[in-house]
Every structure is written in structure tokens, then in C-alpha cells.
């Protein structure tokens, strides 16, 4: 009987037709890549197509964010079936180690997931809630060692809001913003941003009020992030 047991184990686990779930931190084995898995995850950014490659900023249901690329044949098939702000089921992901060194990559993370021939995307309709904000915020020290234009995500309190400018007939504001360590970062925020949120951020500077700032793009040629 037990032997019946083991063989009918075996069939069944030959027989499952897609790779099992994760989570995007629950790839730790850096020495044994790439892997295929399955995940749930929100597309939080669609990049522009550029040449023969798409990239894709992804959320789990953590907060975690990975980097997701299509190349090549692939562009044109999830250019048309992923969308900015939807969530979605993806069967056959490629887990791989972060390519960087050879090519830009929007955010800082040991691994990036290709979206390749073998994936399939299915609407998400688990009756789970993605988290609003991102796991990882990233302290303001490690901030100024991200390459020049890659995103991050902070959490810091207003110390400083400069007056409204306009450069370039677009109104921009710097503000002040200072982590746990003290540390601080100067913040440029452009036109509607601006705009739709003018009284909070002038309630922020009064209040010191703690504010979360997610995918604000690193500009090291200026010192500063911006968030659009």
C-alpha cells in the first residue's frame, strides 16, 4: 500500500501543469538560478518599449517589488496583456539574477524576472488585498548609492518646503525630507503632483508630518529625486 501511495504522489505531482507560487523574497538561493515559479503580482509600472525590450516594475502581495523584461518576440505579446495598475496571475515566470552591470535597470534588486516564451497571464480573482504601500522602504544613506535614474521608495519627515518655481513654465517645489538616522534627501516635485496636493504640502511643512514617497527617480546631477 504504501508503495501505491508514493507512485500515486509521483503522477500527480508529473501531472501539475504549473510551477508552484512564491513570493518574490522567497527566492534566496542565488546559486541555483534561473528558476521558474508562478506569482501574483500588480504591474505598478509600464515602461515604454525600447527596441527589442520592455521592462515592468512588479508588486507582490507583500509590497516587495521586483523588475520584470520582455525581450524580443515577447515585447509585442505582454506589451497587449499586461496593463499599468492591474493585477494579474503570471504562470512561468524566469527568477535571474539582476543584470545591471550590462544594462540599465529601473530599481536596485539581486534578482529580476523574465517574462519569457512559456509564461502565461491570467487575471488575479483571489480575494487578496495588495498592500498599498511597499514593503522596503529604503533608508535615506543607501538612497545616494543607487545609480543615477533608478526609482526608490521612502519614508521621511518634512523639515523644509523652498518657495513655488517655475522652470521651464512648469511649476516646481524642492522639500526637505529627513529619516530616522537623521539623514536627509531634497525632493523635486513637479506640475500636477504639485498641483492636486499644494495644501498637504504646505499642512506637511507646518506639522513635520511623516510622508511616504514611492518610485521618486534618483538625479545625481542635481543631488536631488524627483517624483513627477
Known amino acids: ?20 507560487f512564491v513570493l518574490f523574497d522567497d527566492i534566496q538561493d542565488v546559486n541555483n538560478l ?14 515604454p518599449r525600447r527596441r527589442n525590450s520592455q521592462h515592468y516594475i512588479l508588486q507582490d502581495i507583500t509590497g516587495s517589488k521586483i523588475e520584470a523584461i520582455s525581450n524580443g518576440n515577447n515585447v509585442q505579446r505582454f ?5 499599468q495598475g492591474c493585477t494579474y ?90 529619516d530616522s538616522r537623521w539623514d536627509l534627501i531634497i525632493v523635486g516635485v513637479w506640475t500636477d503632483l504639485l498641483q492636486r496636493n499644494a495644501l498637504r504640502w504646505s499642512l506637511a511643512r507646518v506639522d513635520k508630518n511623516i510622508i511616504i514617497g514611492t518610485l521618486l527617480r534618483c538625479n545625481h546631477k542635481h543631488s536631488n529625486f524627483f517624483c513627477a
Do not use: W
Open 1 to 20: 500500500m504504501a508503495l501505491g501511495r508514493r507512485t500515486q504522489n509521483r503522477t500527480v505531482a508529473g501531472l501539475s501543469p504549473f510551477p508552484p
Open 34 to 47: 534561473p528558476q521558474v515559479k508562478s506569482v501574483f503580482a500588480r504591474v505598478v509600472v509600464k515602461f
Open 79 to 83: 506589451d497587449a496583456l499586461l496593463t
Open 89 to 178: 496571475t503570471l504562470y512561468r515566470v524566469a527568477f535571474c539574477l539582476n543584470r545591471e552591470e550590462l544594462q540599465f535597470r529601473n530599481i536596485g534588486h539581486g534578482l529580476e524576472l523574465g517574462l519569457i516564451t512559456h509564461t502565461i497571464v491570467d487575471p488575479f480573482t483571489k480575494p487578496i488585498q495588495f498592500p498599498p504601500f511597499p514593503k522596503y522602504l529604503m533608508p535615506f544613506h543607501e538612497v545616494y548609492q543607487q545609480p543615477h535614474k533608478t526609482f526608490v521608495d521612502v519614508i521621511g519627515i518634512v523639515l523644509h518646503l523652498e518657495p513655488l518655481k517655475h522652470i521651464g513654465g512648469r511649476p516646481y517645489r524642492e522639500v526637505v525630507l529627513m
